[in-house]
Nanobody
């Protein structure tokens, strides 16, 4: 089971870190992606990190502002979000690719590539 947490209300230009914790299995062999979904919009891929943490990819809309990382000892993946904008407002979801599958530039963007999903956490950027 994956559980996302850490969402909240933040002002434009602010920062927030959301977490994705796994229970019942080890994340050591799973690459993890983050998606987000704003009201009335389709779910959008945000980022992906490989199982080792050695490679990561970002959507153009968040590149340079968001950083994905992982701590396998804590069985947790993080998404650090800086310079937040109102258009970043969405429910953020984490998801796991199949066992030993790695992030790829194209494959990581496809939500149907992911086997396991956590419940979302709401991020609201507003003054």
């Amino acid at each position: 089971q994956l559980q996302a947490s850490g969402g909240g209300l933040v002002q434009p230009g602010g920062s927030l870190r959301v977490s994705c914790a796994a229970s019942g299995f080890s994340l050591d062999y799973y690459s993890i992606g983050w998606f987000r979904q704003a009201p009335g919009k389709e779910r959008e891929w945000v980022s992906c990190i490989s199982s080792s943490g050695g490679s990561s990819y970002y959507a153009d809309s968040v590149k340079g502002r968001f950083t994905i990382s992982r701590d396998n000892a804590k069985n947790t993946v993080y998404l650090q979000m800086n310079s937040l904008k109102p258009e970043d407002t969405a429910v953020y979801y984490c998801a796991a690719l199949p066992f030993l599958a790695q992030c790829t530039v194209v494959g990581s963007m496809d939500m149907f590539s992911y086997d396991y999903w956590g419940q979302g956490t709401q991020v609201t950027v507003s003054s």
